[in-house]
């Protein structure tokens, strides 16, 4: 998609992309859907969300927690960069984007990939409203799990936003998690422990809240690889509540 689409444009293209719609592009409209308010998703660009991230992220304190970076990073999705002189960087990964001097350069395009076979996309938000408000802590994770050993047969992406600054990964968590068998209770134990440990957070927030609100999102995303639930913890593995209309006694 291009950087220049207005947000609401984007969630047209991934609503029209691919019939059936893959569950990670559902998971990036619901999440996008949650962006600021209908006024700003018609008119802010995906591209200028993205260097809001990149130039807010100095001052750990006073990041932009964008959720836009934190899903996009989470997908998997690469930019493809420009400089002033006409040399390109095609399929900068939003690592080597958080990084990169962006003088003289703009983002061209996102690309955002299609789901790999077995692929568990999950994302998550928490902020004051349910709209219109900068997430506290957001965070994008996705593993593929194999449907007979339920081992993790590829190295998963963990995201975090609001922890350290925007889209953070967990990379030693991900390097934990490796050909883990995801039915292992004490196997979840051990990566809360190594997660608990990397997060490591610098925003100006209570550090106890901001490591609770991320471990509640991983033993969220972690009920989603499970093969099966008992009926009390599916709803705990909904990354959105559906909120319905509220009615009077």
Aim: aromatic letters at 8%; hydrophobic letters at 40%.
């Amino acid at each position: 998609v291009g950087a220049a689409l207005p947000i609401v444009d984007v969630i047209g293209v991934l609503k029209t992309a691919v019939t059936p719609i893959p569950q990670s592009f559902s998971m990036v409209i619901a999440h996008f859907e949650r962006i600021a308010h209908v006024l700003v998703r018609n008119v802010g660009s995906l591209g200028g969300n993205l260097m809001l991230a990149h130039n807010h992220q100095t001052n750990p304190g006073n990041s932009f927690p964008s959720d836009a970076a934190t899903v996009l990073s989470g997908v998997g999705a690469t930019l493809n960069l420009a400089d002033s002189a006409g040399k390109t960087y095609p399929n900068t990964t939003f690592e080597n984007f958080l990084g990169t001097n962006m003088n003289g350069k703009f983002i061209v395009s996102i690309n955002i990939p299609h789901p790999a076979t077995n692929e568990v996309f999950r994302s998550y938000k928490t902020a004051l409203r349910h709209v219109n408000s900068h997430a506290i802590v957001n965070a994008a994770c996705k593993a593929v799990v194999d449907p007979t050993s339920h081992k993790v047969t590829q190295t998963p992406t963990l995201v975090f936003g609001g922890v350290r600054g925007p889209a953070t990964r967990m990379t030693a968590t991900e390097t934990a998690m490796m050909g883990v068998d995801v039915t292992d209770s004490t196997t979840f134990h051990s990566l809360c422990a190594t997660l608990k440990g990397e997060l490591k957070p610098t925003v100006e927030r209570k550090v106890e809240y901001v490591e609770s609100l991320a471990l509640s999102y991983f033993y969220k995303f972690f009920l989603a690889l499970q093969p099966s639930l008992p009926a009390n913890l599916v709803s705990a593995a909904q990354p959105w509540l559906t909120r319905t209309v509220s009615h009077g006694a």
